[in-house]
């Protein structure tokens, strides 16, 4: 394994030195065409003096080749260069390609592997110019030399610790095994029983008599502490819709008892208005009679989700009618990457979900911007991923988390119940919802639903 290991690392470290070198080729050459206006006709003419310096500094040859494959200009003589013209198959793979072409052979006069490296040259237009060619000879051989001893002294560490390990491993282990099994015995029953944890049943006094009784008492401890967190948070919870509940229903019935208060106080029956007074009265009272009806309703609605009529249709198509409904400003826009997205489930429940989202998008906009709102629609796999997308005020990095909770809103109005429904109808269907915001920028909500069918 570590002759594995060190045998890629030489060959890696073999390609990151060939790249490196290839690179700083490559730039070298970019720069000295960079100042100028470079076509096929003038590369030539460009390069004559400067590809010396190139290939000097970056001790390499460079040979470059017309589009054609024809020979253009090197830093060697024309009569040392052995390939006037480039082969066809290598022409055609370079120019089908803009990534760099290696071709390996072996120099067995040389004893040395040559790396001949192909890749389009473009000008500052990015339009083909020529063919570099780069011939990069490196030998491994030194490397492994190196490393051969190296493996050979890791490879007898290895075996001396392997069998020292053994060694102490089996003096140690004698005393014990026996006790050990004993009890992982016990522990794998115990934990094979269920999801509950059971106290182990181990009657020796030995060594591990010790460690059993510690167990069993964690388990004990465990229990106990289950049942208290979940007492604590079935109290905790009930507690925050109680209050919330009663938040909710005081809010009307303050108003209410001023108005009648205030009725009172100033009741003639001699007065003229008497009766249009008696009407508005009656009015008031019976708008926030619908209110606190309509909070009960809430949070019924939130105790218990209608139940599911799953159907097929089209998504994109519901989503549309959804838009129309909503769009009388004409800034919300609907965008899909399918004529049709079918869809098995209630159109109920996608109704509320989006005409939350939308409604909260819309009631996000701010003063002096107009709002403009974006509908983002994908079917991937199996999956829609739909995205809900305003320039409204944002939601606060603090309160990002609390945003799916009940009774949490960033509204002056609302019981903060909308989220919290949409997030559990969503779930409802095995789906996810998430959520990023920007304070001044805007908010996108994330919604990824199976398709079902």
């Known amino acids: 394994m570590s002759y594995l290991?060190?045998?890629k690392s030489i060959e890696g470290h073999s390609k990151t030195d060939m790249q490196n070198r290839f690179e700083a080729l490559m730039k070298s050459l970019d720069y000295a065409l960079s100042h100028t206006n470079v076509t096929e006709n003038n590369l030539a003419k460009i390069l004559q003096d400067e590809i010396y310096q190139i290939a000097d500094i970056n001790k390499h040859d460079v040979i470059i080749y017309d589009l054609d494959g024809n020979y253009l200009v090197s830093n060697k003589d024309k009569a040392l260069v052995n390939e006037k013209k480039l082969p066809n198959n290598i022409l055609?793979?370079?120019?089908?390609?803009?990534?760099?072409?290696?071709?390996?052979?072996?120099d067995e006069n040389l004893g040395s592997t040559l790396t001949s490296s192909y890749i389009i040259m473009r000008n500052n237009r990015l339009e083909p110019i020529a063919i570099v060619y780069f011939p990069v000879y490196h030998s491994e051989d030194e490397y492994y030399e190196a490393f051969h001893k190296y493996v050979q002294y890791i490879i007898l560490v290895n075996l001396f610790l392997i069998l020292l390990s053994v060694w102490i491993s089996w003096v140690i282990s004698k005393n014990l095994t026996k006790a050990i099994t004993k009890i992982s015995d016990l522990i794998t029953r115990t934990t094979l029983l269920g999801k509950e944890l059971r106290p182990i049943k181990y009657f020796n006094n030995d060594e591990l008599s010790g460690l059993v009784k510690s167990y069993n008492k964690m388990v004990y401890q465990i229990e106990d502490q289950k049942l208290l967190l979940a007492n604590k948070q079935r109290e905790e919870a009930w507690?925050?819709?109680a209050k919330q509940v009663a938040h909710e229903v005081k809010n009307p019935l303050t108003p209410m008892k001023l108005l009648i208060q205030n009725f009172v106080r100033k009741f003639d029956k001699n007065d003229p208005e008497i009766e249009s007074k008696i009407k508005k009265l009656s009015k008031s009272l019976v708008d926030q009679i619908d209110l606190v009806a309509t909070v009960a309703s809430a949070f019924s609605e939130f105790a218990k989700l209608p139940p599911k009529n799953d159907e097929n249709?089209?998504?994109?198509?519901?989503?549309?009618?959804?838009?129309?409904v909503f769009n009388e400003g004409g800034n919300i826009y609907l965008h899909s990457n399918r004529k049709e997205i079918p869809i098995n489930m209630d159109r109920v429940y996608l109704s509320r979900i989006f005409t939350n989202l939308i409604t909260n998008a819309k009631q996000a906009e701010r003063e002096g911007?107009?709002?403009v709102i974006n509908l983002d629609v994908e079917l991937l796999n199996k999956k829609v991923i739909i995205a809900i997308q305003d320039n409204g005020s944002g939601i606060p990095k603090d309160k990002l988390e609390q945003i799916f909770e009940p009774n949490f809103t960033t509204k002056s109005s609302g019981m903060g119940l909308g989220l919290t429904m949409v997030k559990k109808m969503i779930e409802e269907y095995k789906g996810e919802i998430s959520v990023k915001s920007e304070e001044g920028r805007g908010t996108k909500f994330t919604i990824i639903l199976p398709t079902n069918v």
């Open 239 to 241: 507690r925050e819709m």
């Open 5 to 7: 290991i060190i045998k």
């Open 313 to 324: 249709f089209d998504l994109k198509e519901e989503l549309e009618n959804l838009v129309r």
């Open 369 to 371: 911007v107009k709002s």
């Open 92 to 106: 055609n793979k370079v120019k089908s390609s803009d990534n760099r072409y290696d071709v390996k052979t072996y």
